[in-house]
Protein backbone atom coordinates (compact mmCIF):
# COMPACT_ATOMS: atom_id res chain seq x y z
CA UNK A 1 0.00 0.00 0.00
CA UNK A 2 1.11 3.65 -0.66
CA UNK A 3 3.55 5.20 1.95
CA UNK A 4 2.58 7.52 5.19
CA UNK A 5 4.92 9.36 7.36
CA UNK A 6 4.06 7.67 10.33
CA UNK A 7 4.60 4.48 12.22
CA UNK A 8 0.81 3.88 12.97
CA UNK A 9 -1.28 1.22 11.67
CA UNK A 10 -3.84 2.99 9.75
CA UNK A 11 -4.73 1.48 6.03
CA UNK A 12 -1.66 2.32 3.45
CA UNK A 13 0.23 4.07 6.18
CA UNK A 14 2.34 1.81 8.69
CA UNK A 15 6.04 0.86 8.20
CA UNK A 16 5.29 1.33 4.36
CA UNK A 17 7.52 1.65 1.07
CA UNK A 18 7.65 3.64 -2.09
CA UNK A 19 7.40 1.65 -5.64
CA UNK A 20 7.47 1.51 -9.14
CA UNK A 21 5.53 0.44 -11.87
CA UNK A 22 5.40 -3.29 -12.84
CA UNK A 23 6.36 -3.57 -16.31
CA UNK A 24 9.25 -1.91 -15.26
CA UNK A 25 9.71 -4.46 -12.52
CA UNK A 26 9.18 -7.41 -14.58
CA UNK A 27 11.52 -6.49 -17.70
CA UNK A 28 14.29 -9.02 -16.34
CA UNK A 29 12.33 -11.55 -15.58
CA UNK A 30 10.35 -11.02 -19.07
CA UNK A 31 13.77 -11.86 -20.58
CA UNK A 32 14.33 -15.38 -18.58
CA UNK A 33 16.72 -13.02 -15.70
CA UNK A 34 15.95 -13.30 -12.26
CA UNK A 35 16.56 -10.27 -9.85
CA UNK A 36 16.95 -10.70 -6.07
CA UNK A 37 17.82 -7.77 -4.20
CA UNK A 38 17.45 -6.95 -0.32
CA UNK A 39 17.07 -3.76 1.70
CA UNK A 40 17.25 -2.71 5.43
CA UNK A 41 15.38 -0.22 7.01
CA UNK A 42 16.89 2.28 9.10
CA UNK A 43 15.64 4.67 11.71
CA UNK A 44 17.06 8.86 11.96
CA UNK A 45 19.67 7.43 13.95
CA UNK A 46 20.79 4.51 12.00
CA UNK A 47 19.34 2.07 14.24
CA UNK A 48 17.99 -1.00 12.45
CA UNK A 49 13.94 -1.02 12.24
CA UNK A 50 13.46 -3.54 9.35
CA UNK A 51 14.62 -5.01 6.34
CA UNK A 52 13.00 -6.42 2.93
CA UNK A 53 13.95 -8.44 -0.09
CA UNK A 54 12.60 -8.62 -3.56
CA UNK A 55 12.93 -11.31 -5.99
CA UNK A 56 11.54 -11.43 -9.84
CA UNK A 57 12.08 -14.64 -11.60
CA UNK A 58 10.40 -16.91 -14.06
CA UNK A 59 7.85 -19.19 -12.85
CA UNK A 60 6.69 -22.64 -14.68
CA UNK A 61 3.78 -20.67 -16.56
CA UNK A 62 4.72 -17.31 -16.66
CA UNK A 63 6.66 -14.99 -13.98
CA UNK A 64 6.19 -13.79 -9.74
CA UNK A 65 7.21 -10.86 -8.69
CA UNK A 66 7.62 -11.29 -4.26
CA UNK A 67 8.34 -8.54 -1.91
CA UNK A 68 8.76 -9.71 1.45
CA UNK A 69 9.14 -7.47 4.48
CA UNK A 70 9.64 -6.71 8.50
CA UNK A 71 9.83 -4.24 10.80
CA UNK A 72 10.37 -3.87 14.41
CA UNK A 73 10.46 -1.25 16.84
CA UNK A 74 8.81 1.38 19.42
CA UNK A 75 7.74 4.67 19.12
CA UNK A 76 8.52 6.95 21.87
CA UNK A 77 5.59 6.93 23.68
CA UNK A 78 3.70 3.96 22.29
CA UNK A 79 3.36 0.24 22.22
CA UNK A 80 5.95 -1.88 20.58
CA UNK A 81 5.28 -2.96 17.15
CA UNK A 82 5.96 -5.48 14.39
CA UNK A 83 5.01 -5.61 11.19
CA UNK A 84 5.47 -8.41 8.60
CA UNK A 85 4.27 -7.87 4.82
CA UNK A 86 4.14 -9.83 1.60
CA UNK A 87 3.01 -8.58 -1.44
CA UNK A 88 3.11 -11.54 -4.31
CA UNK A 89 2.12 -10.99 -8.17
CA UNK A 90 1.88 -14.45 -10.62
CA UNK A 91 2.35 -13.81 -14.33
CA UNK A 92 0.72 -15.36 -17.24
CA UNK A 93 3.16 -16.16 -20.45
CA UNK A 94 1.08 -13.15 -21.91
CA UNK A 95 2.42 -11.40 -18.75
CA UNK A 96 -1.48 -10.55 -17.89
CA UNK A 97 -2.48 -10.79 -13.65
CA UNK A 98 -2.97 -14.28 -12.69
CA UNK A 99 -3.03 -14.00 -9.08
CA UNK A 100 -2.48 -11.07 -6.42
CA UNK A 101 -1.60 -11.17 -2.91
CA UNK A 102 -0.89 -8.91 -0.28
CA UNK A 103 -0.42 -9.02 3.46
CA UNK A 104 0.11 -7.41 6.61
CA UNK A 105 0.22 -8.50 10.18
CA UNK A 106 0.58 -5.39 12.69
CA UNK A 107 1.62 -7.25 16.50
CA UNK A 108 -0.53 -10.24 15.61
CA UNK A 109 -3.28 -8.50 13.27
CA UNK A 110 -3.81 -9.62 10.20
CA UNK A 111 -4.96 -7.89 7.08
CA UNK A 112 -4.78 -9.83 3.54
CA UNK A 113 -5.97 -9.59 0.17
CA UNK A 114 -6.18 -13.05 -2.27
CA UNK A 115 -7.03 -12.43 -5.70
CA UNK A 116 -7.36 -15.07 -8.43
CA UNK A 117 -7.80 -14.08 -12.35
CA UNK A 118 -11.63 -15.00 -13.26
CA UNK A 119 -12.02 -13.69 -16.70
CA UNK A 120 -12.55 -9.72 -16.94
CA UNK A 121 -12.18 -9.92 -13.25
CA UNK A 122 -10.04 -10.94 -10.09
CA UNK A 123 -11.79 -12.50 -7.45
CA UNK A 124 -11.59 -13.68 -3.95
CA UNK A 125 -11.63 -12.25 -0.72
CA UNK A 126 -10.52 -9.87 2.34
CA UNK A 127 -9.65 -11.16 5.29
CA UNK A 128 -9.52 -8.64 8.14
CA UNK A 129 -8.68 -9.13 12.08
CA UNK A 130 -10.39 -12.64 11.20
CA UNK A 131 -13.29 -11.66 9.61
CA UNK A 132 -13.47 -12.46 5.86
CA UNK A 133 -15.22 -10.91 2.89
CA UNK A 134 -16.02 -11.74 -0.72
CA UNK A 135 -14.33 -9.55 -3.19
CA UNK A 136 -15.05 -9.06 -7.15
CA UNK A 137 -12.64 -6.39 -8.71
CA UNK A 138 -12.76 -5.51 -12.08
CA UNK A 139 -9.78 -6.11 -14.12
CA UNK A 140 -8.09 -2.38 -14.18
CA UNK A 141 -6.17 -0.27 -17.56
CA UNK A 142 -3.31 0.08 -15.72
CA UNK A 143 -0.65 -2.33 -14.72
CA UNK A 144 -0.97 -3.96 -11.61
CA UNK A 145 1.85 -2.39 -9.65
CA UNK A 146 3.24 -2.74 -6.15
CA UNK A 147 3.70 0.91 -4.58
CA UNK A 148 6.30 -0.34 -2.35
CA UNK A 149 8.92 -2.06 -4.34
CA UNK A 150 12.56 -0.59 -4.95
CA UNK A 151 13.91 -2.88 -7.34
CA UNK A 152 13.17 -0.72 -10.06
CA UNK A 153 14.94 2.01 -9.18
CA UNK A 154 18.03 -0.23 -8.63
CA UNK A 155 19.66 1.23 -11.76
CA UNK A 156 19.81 5.87 -11.83
CA UNK A 157 17.19 6.88 -13.90
CA UNK A 158 17.91 8.89 -17.45
CA UNK A 159 15.92 11.77 -16.14
CA UNK A 160 12.46 12.87 -15.27
CA UNK A 161 9.74 10.19 -15.68
CA UNK A 162 5.54 9.78 -14.97
CA UNK A 163 3.85 6.66 -14.65
CA UNK A 164 1.02 5.24 -12.83
CA UNK A 165 0.33 2.06 -12.08
CA UNK A 166 -3.02 0.03 -10.10
CA UNK A 167 -2.69 -0.62 -6.35
CA UNK A 168 -5.50 -2.64 -4.72
CA UNK A 169 -7.63 -0.31 -1.96
CA UNK A 170 -8.20 -2.71 0.41
CA UNK A 171 -10.42 -0.68 2.51
CA UNK A 172 -12.57 0.55 -0.72
CA UNK A 173 -12.08 -2.93 -2.47
CA UNK A 174 -11.17 -1.50 -5.78
CA UNK A 175 -8.17 -1.19 -7.59
CA UNK A 176 -7.16 2.61 -7.89
CA UNK A 177 -4.16 4.36 -9.79
CA UNK A 178 -1.26 5.58 -8.02
CA UNK A 179 1.07 8.68 -10.05
CA UNK A 180 4.24 8.34 -9.52
CA UNK A 181 7.19 10.53 -10.41
CA UNK A 182 11.26 10.39 -10.35
CA UNK A 183 13.02 13.90 -10.79
CA UNK A 184 16.74 14.98 -10.59
CA UNK A 185 16.64 17.14 -7.47
CA UNK A 186 18.03 20.76 -7.51
CA UNK A 187 21.83 20.55 -9.45
CA UNK A 188 24.28 18.24 -10.22
CA UNK A 189 24.76 15.17 -8.14
CA UNK A 190 21.99 15.74 -5.78
CA UNK A 191 20.12 12.51 -6.28
CA UNK A 192 16.52 12.40 -7.57
CA UNK A 193 13.51 12.62 -5.75
CA UNK A 194 10.56 9.68 -5.48
CA UNK A 195 7.20 10.81 -5.24
CA UNK A 196 3.85 8.91 -4.78
CA UNK A 197 0.12 10.43 -5.09
CA UNK A 198 -2.80 9.18 -4.92
CA UNK A 199 -5.64 11.66 -6.83
CA UNK A 200 -3.59 14.37 -7.07
CA UNK A 201 -3.02 14.02 -2.91
CA UNK A 202 0.87 13.45 -2.20
CA UNK A 203 1.38 10.53 -0.42
CA UNK A 204 5.07 10.28 0.16
CA UNK A 205 8.47 11.71 -0.89
CA UNK A 206 12.11 10.55 -1.05
CA UNK A 207 15.19 10.83 -1.88
CA UNK A 208 17.23 8.51 -3.67
CA UNK A 209 21.34 8.86 -3.89
CA UNK A 210 23.30 6.54 -5.91
CA UNK A 211 26.85 5.43 -6.30
CA UNK A 212 28.41 4.72 -9.49
CA UNK A 213 25.07 4.59 -10.95
CA UNK A 214 23.75 2.00 -8.39
CA UNK A 215 21.05 3.11 -5.82
CA UNK A 216 22.41 3.02 -2.27
CA UNK A 217 19.80 4.62 0.02
CA UNK A 218 16.53 5.61 -0.38
CA UNK A 219 15.37 8.32 2.28
CA UNK A 220 11.92 9.56 3.52
CA UNK A 221 11.61 12.98 5.45
CA UNK A 222 9.62 12.28 8.43
CA UNK A 223 8.70 15.03 11.04
CA UNK A 224 11.79 15.90 12.97
CA UNK A 225 13.18 12.50 12.10
CA UNK A 226 13.91 10.15 9.09
CA UNK A 227 13.59 7.15 7.58
CA UNK A 228 15.80 4.75 5.05
CA UNK A 229 16.11 1.84 2.89
CA UNK A 230 19.76 0.77 2.39
CA UNK A 231 20.64 -1.74 -0.22
CA UNK A 232 22.82 -4.86 1.88
CA UNK A 233 23.31 -7.84 -0.13
CA UNK A 234 25.18 -9.46 2.12
CA UNK A 235 24.14 -12.20 4.42
CA UNK A 236 22.15 -11.10 7.40
CA UNK A 237 23.98 -11.06 10.88
CA UNK A 238 23.63 -11.17 15.00
CA UNK A 239 23.69 -7.20 14.25
CA UNK A 240 21.10 -6.57 12.06
CA UNK A 241 18.66 -8.54 13.84
CA UNK A 242 15.28 -6.87 14.72
CA UNK A 243 14.54 -5.82 18.18
CA UNK A 244 11.18 -4.75 19.94
CA UNK A 245 13.27 -2.50 21.92
CA UNK A 246 14.07 0.01 19.18
CA UNK A 247 13.27 3.29 20.16
CA UNK A 248 12.12 5.61 16.82
CA UNK A 249 10.99 9.61 17.49
CA UNK A 250 7.34 10.45 17.96
CA UNK A 251 6.58 12.86 15.23
CA UNK A 252 7.42 15.86 16.15
CA UNK A 253 8.69 19.89 15.59
CA UNK A 254 10.30 21.58 18.58
CA UNK A 255 10.22 25.01 17.18
CA UNK A 256 12.92 26.31 19.45
CA UNK A 257 10.68 29.54 20.54
CA UNK A 258 8.47 29.52 23.82
CA UNK A 259 4.77 30.07 22.65
CA UNK A 260 2.76 31.93 24.85
CA UNK A 261 -0.89 31.18 25.90
CA UNK A 262 -1.72 35.08 25.01
CA UNK A 263 0.10 34.27 21.40
CA UNK A 264 -2.08 31.45 20.66
CA UNK A 265 -4.83 32.74 21.31
CA UNK A 266 -4.13 35.82 19.40
CA UNK A 267 -2.10 35.53 16.08
CA UNK A 268 0.99 34.14 14.78
CA UNK A 269 2.83 34.72 11.89
CA UNK A 270 4.88 31.57 10.42
CA UNK A 271 7.95 32.03 7.86
CA UNK A 272 7.94 28.43 5.90
CA UNK A 273 10.61 27.38 3.57
CA UNK A 274 9.96 25.92 0.42
CA UNK A 275 10.50 22.76 -1.03
CA UNK A 276 11.23 23.60 -4.87
CA UNK A 277 11.57 19.82 -5.59
CA UNK A 278 7.44 19.11 -5.00
CA UNK A 279 4.49 22.02 -5.94
CA UNK A 280 2.47 22.42 -2.83
CA UNK A 281 0.12 25.44 -1.86
CA UNK A 282 -1.08 26.14 1.63
CA UNK A 283 -4.47 26.01 2.02
CA UNK A 284 -6.60 28.78 3.09
CA UNK A 285 -9.15 28.49 5.94
CA UNK A 286 -11.68 31.69 7.79
CA UNK A 287 -8.51 31.42 10.59
CA UNK A 288 -5.77 31.14 7.97
CA UNK A 289 -4.09 33.29 5.54
CA UNK A 290 -1.19 32.41 2.99
CA UNK A 291 0.62 34.01 0.51
CA UNK A 292 4.14 33.41 -0.96
CA UNK A 293 7.27 34.86 0.26
CA UNK A 294 10.23 34.49 -2.25
CA UNK A 295 10.65 30.75 -1.79
CA UNK A 296 8.66 29.85 1.11
CA UNK A 297 5.44 31.15 2.77
CA UNK A 298 4.30 33.76 5.00
CA UNK A 299 1.42 31.90 7.01
CA UNK A 300 -0.72 34.50 9.07
CA UNK A 301 -3.11 32.73 12.43
CA UNK A 302 -5.62 34.00 14.17
CA UNK A 303 -9.80 33.84 14.52
CA UNK A 304 -10.34 35.70 11.15
CA UNK A 305 -7.15 35.70 9.33
CA UNK A 306 -8.45 33.65 6.58
CA UNK A 307 -10.51 34.94 3.45
CA UNK A 308 -13.66 33.63 4.85
CA UNK A 309 -15.03 33.05 0.86
CA UNK A 310 -18.46 31.65 1.12
CA UNK A 311 -18.62 28.19 -0.63
CA UNK A 312 -20.82 28.19 -3.91
CA UNK A 313 -24.20 26.12 -4.34
CA UNK A 314 -22.45 23.84 -5.59
CA UNK A 315 -19.21 23.38 -2.59
CA UNK A 316 -22.59 23.60 -0.43
CA UNK A 317 -23.68 20.69 -1.69
CA UNK A 318 -20.43 18.72 -1.80
CA UNK A 319 -19.55 19.87 1.56
CA UNK A 320 -22.74 18.55 3.02
CA UNK A 321 -23.24 15.00 1.89
CA UNK A 322 -22.86 11.95 2.85
CA UNK A 323 -19.21 10.24 2.39
CA UNK A 324 -17.35 6.84 2.28
CA UNK A 325 -15.86 8.11 5.36
CA UNK A 326 -18.37 10.98 6.95
CA UNK A 327 -21.55 8.77 6.25
CA UNK A 328 -24.00 12.00 7.84
CA UNK A 329 -27.06 10.06 6.34
CA UNK A 330 -26.86 7.32 8.73
CA UNK A 331 -30.07 7.71 11.71
CA UNK A 332 -27.65 8.40 14.03
CA UNK A 333 -26.29 11.11 13.11
CA UNK A 334 -29.76 12.56 11.58
CA UNK A 335 -31.42 12.13 15.04
CA UNK A 336 -28.53 13.97 17.01
CA UNK A 337 -28.40 16.98 14.40
CA UNK A 338 -32.50 17.17 14.74
CA UNK A 339 -31.99 17.57 18.58
CA UNK A 340 -29.02 20.24 18.27
CA UNK A 341 -31.48 22.44 15.85
CA UNK A 342 -33.95 22.49 18.26
CA UNK A 343 -33.74 25.70 20.22
CA UNK A 344 -30.47 26.69 18.56
CA UNK A 345 -30.09 30.17 17.78
CA UNK A 346 -27.41 29.92 14.90
CA UNK A 347 -25.13 27.55 13.20
CA UNK A 348 -22.42 27.53 15.80
CA UNK A 349 -24.38 26.82 18.26
CA UNK A 350 -25.86 24.08 16.79
CA UNK A 351 -22.08 22.71 15.75
CA UNK A 352 -20.98 23.56 19.56
CA UNK A 353 -24.05 21.23 20.68
CA UNK A 354 -23.23 18.25 18.01
CA UNK A 355 -19.10 18.93 19.39
CA UNK A 356 -20.34 17.82 22.91
CA UNK A 357 -22.90 15.00 21.61
CA UNK A 358 -19.23 13.58 19.37
CA UNK A 359 -17.19 14.42 22.69
CA UNK A 360 -19.58 12.29 24.61
CA UNK A 361 -19.98 9.36 21.96
CA UNK A 362 -16.43 9.06 22.17
CA UNK A 363 -15.31 8.30 25.65
CA UNK A 364 -12.13 5.89 24.64
CA UNK A 365 -8.97 7.00 22.81
CA UNK A 366 -7.89 4.28 20.33
CA UNK A 367 -4.81 5.13 18.41
CA UNK A 368 -4.96 2.13 15.97
CA UNK A 369 -6.40 2.49 12.56
CA UNK A 370 -7.94 5.27 10.16
CA UNK A 371 -12.17 4.69 10.98
CA UNK A 372 -14.91 6.18 9.32
CA UNK A 373 -17.44 8.25 11.37
CA UNK A 374 -20.02 4.92 11.36
CA UNK A 375 -17.61 2.71 12.83
CA UNK A 376 -16.15 5.07 15.13
CA UNK A 377 -19.65 6.33 16.96
CA UNK A 378 -20.31 2.31 16.80
CA UNK A 379 -17.28 1.69 19.04
CA UNK A 380 -16.90 4.52 21.23
CA UNK A 381 -13.38 5.09 20.47
CA UNK A 382 -10.94 7.25 18.71
CA UNK A 383 -8.32 9.77 18.43
CA UNK A 384 -8.38 12.88 16.83
CA UNK A 385 -9.39 12.14 13.54
CA UNK A 386 -12.42 9.63 14.89
CA UNK A 387 -13.26 12.94 16.08
CA UNK A 388 -12.91 14.87 13.37
CA UNK A 389 -14.76 12.47 10.88
CA UNK A 390 -17.48 11.83 13.78
CA UNK A 391 -17.79 15.89 13.92
CA UNK A 392 -18.16 16.26 10.28
CA UNK A 393 -21.06 13.33 10.18
CA UNK A 394 -22.94 15.24 12.84
CA UNK A 395 -22.20 18.69 10.97
CA UNK A 396 -23.58 17.55 7.57
CA UNK A 397 -26.84 15.55 8.80
CA UNK A 398 -27.61 19.45 9.90
CA UNK A 399 -27.32 20.59 6.90
CA UNK A 400 -23.73 22.31 7.50
CA UNK A 401 -20.90 22.38 5.52
CA UNK A 402 -18.28 20.55 7.06
CA UNK A 403 -14.73 19.83 6.05
CA UNK A 404 -12.36 17.52 7.90
CA UNK A 405 -8.94 19.14 8.14
CA UNK A 406 -5.39 17.27 9.04
CA UNK A 407 -2.66 19.67 10.20
CA UNK A 408 0.11 20.03 12.86
CA UNK A 409 -1.28 21.32 16.41
CA UNK A 410 1.19 22.91 18.99
CA UNK A 411 1.43 20.86 22.40
CA UNK A 412 3.04 22.59 25.49
CA UNK A 413 2.14 19.77 27.59
CA UNK A 414 4.03 15.64 27.22
CA UNK A 415 2.14 13.86 24.85
CA UNK A 416 3.69 10.61 23.59
CA UNK A 417 7.19 11.13 24.18
CA UNK A 418 6.99 14.61 23.03
CA UNK A 419 6.77 17.96 24.68
CA UNK A 420 6.65 21.89 23.91
CA UNK A 421 6.29 20.56 19.82
CA UNK A 422 4.25 20.77 16.86
CA UNK A 423 2.28 17.47 16.50
CA UNK A 424 0.48 15.94 13.42
CA UNK A 425 -3.56 16.79 13.94
CA UNK A 426 -6.76 16.68 12.89
CA UNK A 427 -10.20 18.81 13.38
CA UNK A 428 -12.74 20.53 11.38
CA UNK A 429 -14.06 23.91 9.84
CA UNK A 430 -18.20 24.53 9.27
CA UNK A 431 -19.25 27.34 7.40
CA UNK A 432 -21.48 28.47 10.43
CA UNK A 433 -23.56 32.32 10.09
CA UNK A 434 -21.52 33.59 7.27
CA UNK A 435 -18.41 32.49 7.79
CA UNK A 436 -15.54 29.56 7.81
CA UNK A 437 -14.79 28.57 11.77
CA UNK A 438 -12.53 25.97 13.37
CA UNK A 439 -14.09 23.21 15.87
CA UNK A 440 -11.38 21.06 17.65
CA UNK A 441 -13.46 18.71 20.11
CA UNK A 442 -9.85 16.89 20.63
CA UNK A 443 -8.14 19.83 22.70
CA UNK A 444 -9.10 23.01 24.10
CA UNK A 445 -10.85 24.33 20.89
CA UNK A 446 -9.20 26.40 18.10
CA UNK A 447 -5.97 28.45 18.43
CA UNK A 448 -3.52 29.87 16.16
CA UNK A 449 -0.79 26.79 16.94
CA UNK A 450 -3.72 24.75 14.44
CA UNK A 451 -1.66 25.12 11.23
CA UNK A 452 -4.10 23.40 8.17
CA UNK A 453 -1.97 21.15 5.70
CA UNK A 454 -4.92 19.35 3.75
CA UNK A 455 -8.50 20.08 3.84
CA UNK A 456 -10.72 16.85 2.28
CA UNK A 457 -14.25 15.16 2.61
CA UNK A 458 -12.85 12.71 5.38
CA UNK A 459 -10.45 10.24 2.90
CA UNK A 460 -7.43 8.67 4.79
CA UNK A 461 -5.24 9.99 1.75
CA UNK A 462 -5.61 13.54 3.01
CA UNK A 463 -3.89 12.65 6.18
CA UNK A 464 -1.27 10.92 4.80
CA UNK A 465 -0.84 14.39 2.09
CA UNK A 466 -0.39 16.63 5.40
CA UNK A 467 2.26 14.14 7.22
CA UNK A 468 4.38 14.27 4.40
CA UNK A 469 3.94 18.03 3.82
CA UNK A 470 4.60 18.63 7.32
CA UNK A 471 7.87 16.61 7.39
CA UNK A 472 8.95 18.29 4.04
CA UNK A 473 8.64 22.06 6.00
CA UNK A 474 11.41 24.61 6.36
CA UNK A 475 10.65 26.45 9.63
CA UNK A 476 12.27 29.46 9.71
CA UNK A 477 10.31 31.43 11.77
CA UNK A 478 7.48 32.24 14.44
CA UNK A 479 6.10 35.25 15.63
CA UNK A 480 3.65 36.75 17.68
CA UNK A 481 1.53 39.53 15.96
CA UNK A 482 0.44 42.37 18.45
CA UNK A 483 -1.90 45.08 17.32
CA UNK A 484 -0.81 48.74 18.02
CA UNK A 485 -3.43 50.49 20.78
CA UNK A 486 -5.10 52.66 18.48
CA UNK A 487 -5.77 49.46 15.64
CA UNK A 488 -9.75 48.90 15.69
Known sequence: MVIATAFRSRPGC???????????????????????VRFTLHGESGQLIGQQSERTAPAADGQEILRQGESAFTVSGHDATEIDELWRLALGADGSPQRWQWQRRVNGKLLSVELDRDGALLKGQVT??????????????????????????????????????AEFDPIALQ?????????PRGGPGQGYVLTAAVGGRLQSVRWLTYKDGKLAEATQPLL????SWRRDDGPPTSEKLLSRGRIVAHEQHKPGVHITQRAAMAQIRYAFGGFADIPFDFPET??????REGEGWQVDICGDCGPNTAPTAEETARWTRPTSWIQSGDAAFRDKAANARRGARNDEAVMIRLGAAARA?????DFEG??????????????????????????????????VVHGLVFSPGRYHGASNAYMPHSWVIAFVDGRWKSFDISLNGFDATHIALSLSDGEPEAMVEARQVAALLEWRAISEVRKRPDDP
Not at 286 to 291: I, K, P
Open 224 to 227: GSSR
Open 128 to 165: NDGRRHPVAAAMPALPIGDPEALAPLLGEPAGTKSWSI
Open 286 to 291: GEQRAR
Open 14 to 36: AAALLGLMLCAATSAAAQGAATD
Open 370 to 403: YLSARTAWRRHAGDCTEDALVLAALGRAAGIPVR
Open 361 to 365: RLPRI
Open 175 to 183: FRAVEMRVA
